[in-house]
């Protein structure tokens, strides 16, 4: 897809919050530090759009981009292993939940991994969950230029076989540094669109 604007929207937290659904949406989830800005960032080719950080936790708020004014990306707060209380991880949680249980416009969540670690109980859990609303799901292995390549194939059959993929599910392998895989996301994401809504043409 060529990109024509990204732009940030609002940040919220609870539904009220939320920017009018006038288009489909696509979030974007995972584990905290796992590289979901960065992809949100090499898919539109944007070095800032959505902020990155080392710090495992900083994206805390519910993130919404207009991508070409037809398309929404939606960043997620990361789950797992972030150091913060308790509570403030309850609240990430029932954050998360309410978006992905009550938005009627998402059409697509992006669930991203690492490609170095084990699916761990909490990325089990949200694929569950997906399952069970009978939400479509995309996986992505992140890092992936940080492993050779015998290692990442390597690698994606293992955490296949702890996701217990299918064939038609199986997780694309991505870098945001040589940006491998790119083509591949928006490929699958407009196929996606097209034969589940038909927002985009043919």
């Given at each position: 897809m060529?990109?024509?604007s990204?732009e940030?929207?609002?940040s919220a937290v609870?539904?009220p919050?939320?920017p009018?659904?006038?288009m489909?949406e696509?979030?974007?989830?995972?584990r905290?530090n796992?590289?979901?800005?960065?992809?949100?960032?090499?898919?539109v080719g944007?070095?800032?759009?959505?902020?990155?950080?080392?710090?495992?936790?900083?994206?805390?708020?519910?993130?919404?981009f207009?991508i070409?004014?037809?398309?929404?990306?939606?960043d997620?707060?990361?789950?797992?292993?972030?150091?913060v209380s308790?509570?403030?991880?309850?609240?990430?949680?029932?954050?998360?939940?309410a978006?992905?249980?009550e938005r009627?416009?998402?059409?697509?969540?992006?669930f991203?991994l690492?490609i170095?670690?084990?699916?761990?109980k909490d990325?089990?859990s949200?694929?569950?969950w997906?399952?069970?609303?009978r939400?479509?799901?995309?996986?992505?292995?992140?890092k992936?230029?940080?492993?050779?390549?015998n290692?990442?194939?390597?690698?994606r059959?293992?955490?296949e076989?702890?996701l217990?993929?299918t064939?038609?599910?199986?997780?694309?392998?991505?870098?945001?540094?040589?940006?491998k895989?790119k083509?591949?996301?928006?490929?699958?994401?407009e196929?996606h669109l097209r034969?589940?809504?038909?927002y985009?043409p043919?």
């Amino acid at each position: 897809m060529k990109i024509v604007s990204a732009e940030f929207i609002k940040s919220a937290v609870w539904p009220p919050q939320y920017p009018k659904a006038s288009m489909p949406e696509i979030a974007f989830v995972g584990r905290s530090n796992v590289g979901k800005s960065s992809l949100i960032n090499t898919l539109v080719g944007r070095k800032n759009l959505a902020k990155t950080s080392n710090t495992p936790g900083r994206t805390q708020l519910i993130n919404f981009f207009t991508i070409n004014e037809r398309i929404s990306f939606v960043d997620l707060p990361g789950y797992g292993f972030a150091k913060v209380s308790r509570l403030v991880k309850k609240d990430w949680g029932d954050m998360i939940e309410a978006y992905l249980c009550e938005r009627q416009s998402l059409c697509l969540v992006v669930f991203i991994l690492d490609i170095r670690r084990d699916p761990n109980k909490d990325d089990l859990s949200l694929r569950d969950w997906l399952q069970h609303y009978r939400i479509p799901y995309l996986y992505i292995l992140t890092k992936t230029d940080k492993l050779s390549d015998n290692q990442a194939i390597a690698r994606r059959h293992a955490i296949e076989k702890a996701l217990k993929t299918t064939d038609g599910n199986k997780p694309i392998l991505f870098s945001a540094k040589t940006q491998k895989g790119k083509d591949e996301i928006w490929q699958f994401i407009e196929d996606h669109l097209r034969y589940l809504l038909r927002y985009l043409p043919q």
